[in-house]
């Protein structure tokens, strides 16, 4: 076929929609359970420590699943990832829906986590090839922006059918939708504009064969460069805490000491998701104008930290005040998606899958970490409390696990001004297209 035009721009879209509604499930189901806590607590007789654990074993897939996502999706193609997560996902959240005890709940959470982790990886991988490179960066935000649309039904909309119908026959649903989209990425979405006869964005790339010797030699490569393992360690102190509070623990917190409903406690942790991928779309389309990625992730970092410390540790807060507090850390988190171009840009081109790999798994380990640490703390602090057969803790309680969330928004703070600024350019470009800028050579001798 003749390739000489770029795809059409609803296909392009169609293509990035049709994993971005995959990604969205996976945001769906990461943050579920914030409204399902007394229910999964008291149908599976856990405390917060066993909650958390449970919520945990999607972050551990998850995080488990991001270099190898990377590393296939450079070498196998980013179709076939989204296709099998898909239909992995909707297994796992059939066993979850049907678990009559907590082991088997937790493996389809396990299921679950590794199945939708490939989303977005693949999405960007798709990205580079379906769009102008230009884009970049606002894709990452909207992608994250369509995720974030999938934690905002798992708050008011999803208390509303839990109440009505009960968590387990939402759950079925949710696998039913799962399998349809698996269908669709399947019959439409392509690797390439060139397998539909059209020219892709993307340079042309030597064929590639996957092998472990590659996998080894890959990951050796992209640690090579500095900003690889710091840039990971930011989206780790800005990721964590938002999935981690929004996701589990800030619905109890709210209800239980600032005496706001269910729903309405649901609302202000949907905020804070909704806040997060509205600063990742702005900050992204700020970062692509001004040509800069470090100075824009390091205001955020620093905002999200000094917002956090009155969100957690100010008892008695006017709700308007906390409210404001909670759309600043929103917005100032939302920095962490300028990771993935940031990074991008740091190493060669044909690393950009694995190296994407790489830092989402960096980000996702802050939850990973922190939701069973906090649940762990809870429950070491718990004055034995319960009301229904759940437990409640005091605020002192919380106040101990929530010092972890402080800790790695310093940590983000810390670590974004040892990285090396790429000045939106990519590494490998050719020297006409950069000057004017600081080398991208960030850590390594030229080979």
Not at 55 to 68: G, H, K, N, R
Request: glycine letters at 10%; aromatic letters at 14%.
């Amino acid at each position: 076929m003749d390739q000489k035009n770029h795809p059409p721009a609803a296909l392009a879209w169609l293509v990035w929609g049709l994993g971005a509604a995959f990604y969205f499930t996976g945001f769906y189901h990461r943050v579920a359970p914030a409204v399902m806590t007394d229910s999964l607590m008291a149908d599976f007789h856990i405390g917060a420590a066993g909650l958390g654990n449970f919520t945990a074993f999607y972050f551990y897939s998850y995080f488990l699943m991001q270099v190898p996502t990377g590393i296939i999706a450079d070498y196998w193609g980013p179709r076939k990832l989204l296709a099998a997560g898909a239909l992995v996902a909707a297994a796992g959240t059939l066993l979850f829906a049907s678990a009559t005890s907590i082991v088997p709940a937790n493996i389809g959470r396990l299921l679950i986590g590794g199945a939708v982790g490939v989303a977005y990886v693949a999405i960007l991988r798709l990205s580079t090839r379906w769009f102008e490179p230009r884009f970049y960066a606002t894709l990452g935000g909207l992608t994250l922006f369509c995720g974030v649309g999938g934690a905002v039904s798992a708050g008011v909309p999803l208390h509303f059918l839990v109440s009505r119908f009960g968590w387990r026959p939402v759950m079925f649903v949710a696998a039913a939708v799962l399998l349809l989209i698996g269908a669709a990425i399947w019959l439409i979405i392509r690797d390439d504009p060139a397998d539909r006869g059209y020219r892709s964005f993307a340079p042309p790339e030597p064929e590639a064969f996957f092998s472990l010797t590659t996998l080894r030699n890959d990951l050796a490569t992209v640690f090579r460069y500095r900003n690889t393992w710091i840039l990971s360690l930011v989206g780790c102190g800005l990721t964590g805490p938002v999935l981690t509070f929004a996701g589990l623990w800030g619905v109890p917190f709210f209800t239980t000491h600032y005496g706001i409903p269910v729903a309405a406690s649901s609302a202000i942790t949907s905020t804070l998701l909704i806040c997060y991928a509205a600063g990742a779309i702005l900050l992204g389309i700020l970062s692509d104008r001004i040509g800069l990625r470090k100075p824009v992730m390091f205001a955020g970092s620093v905002v999200a930290l000094l917002c956090w410390i009155p969100v957690l540790f100010f008892p008695g807060l006017p709700i308007w005040l906390l409210v404001f507090m909670v759309i600043l850390v929103g917005l100032a988190c939302g920095s962490v998606t300028l990771g993935f171009a940031f990074v991008k840009e740091s190493v060669p081109s044909r690393f950009a899958g694995t190296v994407s790999g790489v830092y989402n798994m960096g980000s996702i380990l802050g939850a990973m970490i922190l939701q069973p640490a906090i649940g762990w703390l809870l429950d070491l602090s718990w004055r034995g409390t319960t009301a229904g057969g759940v437990r409640i803790y005091a605020l002192d309680a919380y106040r101990s696990g929530f010092v972890l969330i402080i800790a790695f928004s310093l940590l983000s703070a810390l670590a974004i001004g040892f990285t090396a600024e790429t000045h939106c350019r990519q590494e490998g470009a050719p020297d006409e297209n950069r000057a004017g800028h600081r080398s991208l050579d960030v850590c390594k001798k030229r080979d």
